[in-house]
């Protein structure tokens, strides 16, 4: 168990719809990052962020948006969904952030599973 | 552009047996980070290792070692004496020097038999 928990652990729902997704990080952790796993697109890194901000931007749509709030858990929606967006959808937290040089050790969540109908 | 290829889609291994997992990126940058995650078949990621590309220095971690070369974009894993809980998907993976130019490769699934 990383410590890192993830709510829910299966989400179903319609295209056009919207999603919420929720991570807690592991206790003392400031940072927490997004990543998405899809058959298609396989593994990618979604975003970062750091005590409440915004680090680091990877390939995340405009319809996705992230948010960290000040008690640290972070929240990842997805809005007007798409059948392509069915994948499994990971947090990771690490003590720091990541960037400029520097890297923490990620701990993953056991990942909330999307699928869109 | 910036990409990571693993070329081995699968290997299976008995086990004791050594195995080496290939990962070949591609990127412009002069400062990079290089990443290898195993994913076992309950779906968790598991950080294994980061690698700057200022230090070509192989590392070794228990039956685990890692061999970067610069010269030919290679970030190879090798597992020594493979056991039955090394089978997982291993993914190999790329960053920019701000983490926001980041590319897992396609992922290698190991299995390893009794």
């Known amino acids: 168990d990383s410590g890192v928990t993830q709510t829910p652990k299966h989400l179903i729902t319609a295209t056009g719809q919207r999603v919420t997704l929720r991570c807690s990080p592991r206790?003392?952790?400031?940072?927490v990052y997004w990543y998405q796993q899809s058959l298609d697109q396989g593994l990618q890194f979604l975003i970062q962020?750091?005590?409440?901000?915004?680090?680091a931007k990877g390939n995340i749509l405009e319809r996705f948006s992230a948010q960290q709030f000040p008690d640290l858990h972070s929240e990842l929606n997805l809005s007007s969904l798409e059948l392509g967006d069915s994948a499994l959808y990971f947090c990771?937290?690490?003590?720091?952030?990541?960037?400029?040089?520097?890297?923490?050790?990620?701990?993953f969540g056991p990942g909330t599973r999307l699928t869109v109908l | 552009a910036q990409k990571v290829t693993q070329a081995q889609t699968e290997i299976s291994v008995v086990e004791k047996e050594d195995v080496t997992l290939d990962c070949v990126y591609e990127t412009r940058d002069t400062t990079y980070y290089l990443f290898w995650y195993k994913q076992p078949p309950s779906g968790e990621l598991v950080f294994l290792i980061r690698?700057?590309?200022?230090?070509?220095q192989n590392e070794i971690s228990g039956r685990y070692s890692w061999n970067f070369q610069k010269s030919t974009s290679s970030f190879n894993f090798t597992i020594t004496a493979s056991q039955v809980v090394d089978s997982a998907v291993y993914f190999c993976a790329l960053s920019g020097y701000n983490f926001n130019k980041f590319y897992f490769g396609s992922g290698t699934k190991l299995n390893v038999k009794p």
């Open positions: 962020y750091y005590n409440g901000e915004e680090r």
């Open positions: 690698r700057n590309s200022f230090d070509e």
């Open positions: 990771a937290s690490s003590v720091g952030f990541s960037g400029g040089g520097t890297y923490n050790e990620q701990f």
């Open positions: 206790s003392g952790d400031l940072s």
